[in-house]
């Protein structure tokens, strides 16, 4: 079932499939969504106009099923906000 343009699907255990990541020894930070359904670049946009918009952060679509995000330790906020909007 999507909401909107776009369904982020739980993954086996129950959880949202958002997984962090850090590079370049600790100066680098990503928050990946992963196998994301529909228009990948409608989620993307919200992202960047409600959760992400003052942090300076750069979101953007991988592959047509995941959104990497840089710039920012925001992987429990991007949870809650999935959870939120009903994921």
Known sequence: MLRGLY???RN????LPVYSDVRNAG?????TIR????TVSDLVKEL????????????QAVRNRHVVI????CKN?????????GF
């Open 35 to 38: 196998n994301v359904d529909g």
């Open 48 to 59: 960047q106009t409600t959760l992400l918009r003052d942090t300076g952060a750069r979101v």
């Open 70 to 73: 840089q710039g920012g330790m």
């Open 12 to 15: 086996s255990r129950g959880s």
């Open 77 to 85: 906020d991007v949870v809650e906000w999935l959870a939120s909007k």
């Open 7 to 9: 369904h982020v699907a």
């Open 27 to 31: 100066s680098r930070y990503l928050v």
